[in-house]
């Protein structure tokens, strides 16, 4: 079974209140509250918690342990916490940075041609956010 076929282990009382938060409280708080959401995933999630240790046991240069499976839950918590924030628009709990704007500006104003590269690197909320 995929993820896709598993079902919302969520309610919308749980929901609300975590959209909620990021309207209520600076990001560093809510990122305290993901450590006891985390824990109760990574005991109760047994398909997942399954599927982390395997997926973790092909990336770490050894065998997977209960903090690697916690961190990694935690991890995909934040990045579900991040992306609320930023669907929100609340651009001010991240540090931002865009490098190479004024270069960019400088060739097009220029007339001359030129070739941008790019590759994406983070999140694309943030790019969305910042559009």
Known sequence: MT????KERSNRV??????H??????????RWLLYPVT???VLTATQARRASRQFLATVLPRPPGAM??????LA???VVLDRA?????????FEIAIEGAPAVEALRTSGRGG???GAHVGSFEVSRALG
């Not at 690697?68 to 839950?73: A, K, L, Q």
Request: aromatic share 18%.
């Open 3 to 6: 993820w896709r076929n598993q």
């Open 115 to 117: 070739f941008l590269i």
């Open 21 to 30: 938060l990021t309207l209520l409280v600076p990001r560093q708080v809510a």
């Open 85 to 93: 924030y930023l669907v929100r628009g609340r651009l001010d709990a």
């Open 76 to 78: 995909f918590a934040t």
């Open 14 to 19: 749980a929901i609300r209140l975590a959209r």
């Open 68 to 73: 690697d499976v916690f961190r990694h839950f």
């Open 39 to 41: 824990l109760y995933f």
